[in-house]
């Protein structure tokens, strides 16, 4: 192949995620080895990350952010990007910052996907509070949720839903970091040690959490923003999303019992991501989490604007969303529909392991 004919071929770029890239990238290479047409797959990431790059066929190290005599990332990638044929950039973790230059990359030729078109709606997703008031302006069926900074708020609140089942997680954060199941409305108080010793169930006594909250050094230099919220007893569920403008081309449930994830397409769930979807515009490859409530009502919890850690897990029914959507705004598949990629899904059960890389 000639060098003026390896400048024309098309590229697709992940930029730095949160934990799904590696298996994205994967998912490119097997699409492109059956695709009739060569597209180039690039990789960035800010550290050397030789486990996540072996699936690339070109890379690139990010700036770090503490470098100040560096490019601000998204020129670093527009740059490169240019000289690279790059079609479509999937911007993974820096979604906001890639956001507010969309028109340079736009004109020059690349497919921008942030999870939305607007910084707006990205601020919004990024705040939880903001992104519930969203949800209830256009009707989605969201979980309820009270904002506080300081113990004073905290225990007004607590004087008012008290007496029903609470939990509490950051305005802004992710990977369930600062959430906790309170002992509020419980007929018996949560074990003052049991919280210590099985940390996964995220379960605290209330008085626990005031006296930490209360006497946070943390907290005193940099308050932080928390949610208090009544706590949804219902089956949680993971929805990944392949959806342009607010309209879904795709889409996968999960649901996790035990250790297993349960693979399919639940109509139950997807009554409330359709309208969500579309009340914030979602664009790209993002990720959708609902919890019910008693009565088995789904109510939404959260977005996230980038591939969700599981992705991977959807080629297991027969519809691999990375090749889905990756490959339609690359051109070389046409539009998906959502009713055409619900006739091939498989249902099926996936248990994760942890699988061992050597990098050097």
Known sequence: MSNDSAKNIPAVWLAEGQS?????????????????????????????????????????VEPKDNDKNALPRWQFVLNHARDNNVKVLLTGRNSIDYEAHRDEFTKAGIRLLTGATSTQSLAAIDDKFAFMQHCQ??????????????????????????????????????????????????????????????TEDKKIHLEQFISAYQHSGMIKNKPIPMLLMPYLSGQEFSIDVVCENGEILAAITRHKMDKIQHIGLDDSVMIVVTPLIRAFGCDGIVSVQTKADVDGNHRILEINSRPSGGIDYTRHSGIDLTQIGLGYWLGLTPKPTLAAVRQQIKPCQVRAITVGVKIE
């Not at 506080?148 to 990977?175: M, R, W, Y």
Request: glycine residues 4%; proline residues 5%.
């Open 137 to 198: 302006a256009h009707n989605v069926p969201v979980a309820t949720a009270w904002r506080f900074e300081t113990l004073a708020e905290l225990q007004d609140l607590l004087a008012k839903h008290g007496n029903e089942p609470l939990c509490v997680k950051p305005v802004s954060g992710i990977f369930a970091q600062g959430f906790w199941q309170l002992d509020t409305g419980a007929v018996n108080a949560y074990d003052s040690f049991e919280h210590l010793y099985f």
């Open 20 to 60: 799904s890239q590696r298996d994205m990238l994967q998912s490119l290479q097997a699409l492109k080895a059956k695709s009739t047409l060569p597209f180039t797959i690039i990789a960035s990431h800010r550290h050397n990350r030789p486990e996540i790059f072996e699936f690339a066929d070109k890379v690139f």
